[in-house]
């Protein structure tokens, strides 16, 4: 689950439009205050975080990093 990674803080799923199948799953994820430092410090180590979340999941997804 997204939501036992160390690098996570909060995580919240919900719906969105997909033509194929009408709805997929959106994680909208926060990470915690060590990971996001690190991603603040260097881009690769954002992807890096990222591919780790991704393997703690069970469902196909498409990955789309943001930042506030």
Do not use: F, Q
């Not at 997929?24 to 260097?42: I, N, S, T």
Request: glycine fraction near 4%.
């Amino acid at each position: 689950m997204i939501r036992n990674h160390p690098d996570v803080d909060e995580v919240c799923v919900v719906g969105a439009p997909d033509l194929y199948s009408g709805e997929v799953p959106v994680a909208l994820v926060v990470l915690g205050d060590e990971a996001k430092d690190r991603a603040e410090k260097d881009d690769n180590e954002m992807k890096k975080i990222t591919i780790s979340i991704l393997k703690a999941r069970s469902v196909t997804v498409r990955p789309v990093c943001m930042r506030n």
